[in-house]
């Protein structure tokens, strides 16, 4: 038996409540957090000469308050759990903020018709791993399209349209089994394009963008001629015309037809037969 100086401590030990259980990392509140973190730093992260994100003051964040902005949608009206943002045509300046990796419950991203430049991160579908709709076309966009984009496994549609974008398109996107739209045009993408790519999706998905081949936009690729190779093959053709044109106009003297070549005779008024010589020089 414990000492009575004890039985107190652990009397009231006994009759306290229960603790309430703390959250899980990225469960209950944390991740309304991590929302509000997201739009925050997509604000302070490009320059809106237009004005199109004013409404977000997050004065007041509480009850999905957030929802209500300007090309935001939530999945319930009830808290703040961003599940779109479709800021099209608001004329917003930058590069892709990296705070987007904030709003991870995401399914849709449409940054289209801005003026939006640098690379598109590799870690864009680490950031959006549940992104269907991804919207970056009309913008300034610029380097390669990220092989990791085939990473967006629940990729539904994927439009890079309208930007500065070059190098090859990578095989890795054919790996995409649920895309159902694809719009690349408009770049500057060169190389073959991927087979199965090529085999589903029609010429319009690819078209504007002069350095690439194969099916759908031609039936095979080639290695091609730079400047220099090109005006090699083309004055190599004229050069071998008109010496086959000259080659032509001798032959036609020297057979006798032409008007200077007529047959001289020789001594004695009868004709030299094997001895005649062509007025054009020639020996015939």
């Known amino acids: 038996m414990p000492p009575p100086r004890l039985l107190l401590p652990l009397l009231l030990l006994l009759l306290a409540p229960p603790a309430a259980p703390q959250p899980a990392p990225g469960s209950g509140a944390a991740p309304q957090e991590d929302d509000l973190r997201c739009l925050r730093g997509v604000k302070s992260g490009l320059r809106d000469p237009d004005g199109r994100l004013a409404s977000w003051d997050f004065v007041n964040t509480s009850g999905g308050a957030v929802c209500n902005y300007n090309g935001i949608s939530c999945w319930n009206m009830q808290e703040s759990r961003v599940i779109s943002l479709s800021l099209s045509g608001f004329g917003l300046q930058g590069a892709l903020p990296s705070s987007l990796q904030y709003c991870r419950a995401a399914t849709t991203l449409d940054l289209s018709v801005n003026e939006l430049d640098g690379q598109i991160p590799p870690a864009l579908c680490d950031w959006l791993p549940f992104v269907v709709t991804l919207d970056l076309s ?14 967006c496994r629940f990729l539904n549609s994927l439009k890079l349209a309208g930007n500065q974008l070059s190098g090859q398109i990578p095989a890795s996107l054919a790996r995409l089994d649920r895309l ?79 008007k200077g070549g007529r047959r001289r005779h020789g001594r004695g008024g009868s004709e030299s037969g094997g001895a005649a010589v062509e007025d054009g020089s020639c020996y015939c």
Do not use: M
């Open 138 to 151: 009309s913008n300034k966009l610029t380097g390669p399209i990220p092989a990791e984009l085939a990473n």
């Open 180 to 258: 159902k739209s694809l719009d690349l045009s408009g770049n500057r993408l060169d190389g073959q394009i991927p087979t199965q790519l090529g085999a589903n999706f029609p010429k319009d998905s690819f078209s504007g963008n002069s350095g690439l081949c194969g099916r759908p936009v031609s039936s095979r690729c080639g290695h091609g001629l730079g400047g220099a190779g090109l005006g090699i093959v083309i004055a190599a053709g004229v050069f071998g015309a008109a010496a086959s044109l000259l080659l032509a106009y001798f032959f036609w003297r020297c057979t006798g037809k032409g």
